[in-house]
């Protein structure tokens, strides 16, 4: 069993930055990949940023240049650096991973882009 618990979502103006982050605990050993998903009011949740254990990174392309993702293994804690955020970022925030055959949810931070 993995929990992943994020925080760091609010409020913020057009052109502001956030920082969110997932803390990870449980049977973290099994942990592979780490995702940031996102879903807006009435949308499909999307994949906007995936990292793996060894630290590679890739993006959706509503968020590349804008967005970066990052894991501290030492601290069980990937992040989202989010810059330059736009009224269309608004959203949940998930994270996500999979651990072996099993497949993890954080239970979302809410992140609110005024225009």
């Known amino acids: 069993q993995v929990q992943l618990v994020e925080s760091g979502g609010g409020l913020v103006q057009a052109g502001g930055s956030l920082r969110l982050s997932c803390a990870a605990s449980?049977?973290?050993?099994?942990?592979?990949?780490m995702s940031w998903y996102r879903q807006a009011p009435g949308k499909q949740r999307e994949g906007i940023a995936i990292i793996t254990s060894g630290g590679s990174a890739n993006y959706a392309d509503s968020v590349k240049g804008r967005f970066t993702i990052s894991r501290d293994n030492a601290k069980n804690t990937m992040y989202l650096q989010m810059n330059s955020l736009k009224p269309e970022d608004t959203a949940v925030y998930y994270c996500y991973c999979r651990a072996g055959p099993a497949s993890y949810w954080g239970q979302g931070t809410q992140v609110t882009v005024s225009s």
């Open positions: 449980g049977s973290i050993f099994s942990i592979n990949a």
